[in-house]
């Protein structure tokens, strides 16, 4: 099932905004800078995460340290999934973070459609 354009944009939009949110509320050290729908979280330990649309596959783009990973919007569940492992961004993001700071943040809601 293919996403329309409009409505990948506006996913990717909440996404992201959300995702600001929880950076923000969460006391870490991390700068963010969302810019022509690129938002960037750096940490205070030099790593960074940064998520980008793609437009033409429909996917959230994510880069990390150990590499990139690309994510459908499934539907069915809300969410945005691994199109390789199947894993929830939320899950990957929850275990990126640890790595990185050491904390754990809750990212369970991330990417419910509330459409």
């Not at 939009?13 to 963010?32: N, Y």
Request: net charge negative.
């Amino acid at each position: 099932m293919s996403l329309t354009e409009a409505r990948f944009h506006d996913l990717v939009d909440s996404t992201q905004q959300a995702l600001e949110d929880i950076f923000d509320d969460s006391g870490l050290d991390v700068d963010l800078e969302n810019s022509a729908g690129v938002l960037t979280v750096k940490f205070d330990t030099g790593q960074q995460l940064i998520f980008s649309r793609q437009e033409p596959l429909r996917q959230l783009w994510l880069a990390a340290r150990s590499g990139g990973v690309h994510f459908d919007f499934d539907e069915e569940s809300g969410k945005w999934q691994c199109d390789k492992s199947e894993e929830l961004l939320g899950e990957m993001l929850a275990r990126l973070v640890e790595e990185y700071t050491g904390e754990a943040l809750d990212f369970d809601e991330l990417g419910q459609d509330e459409n």
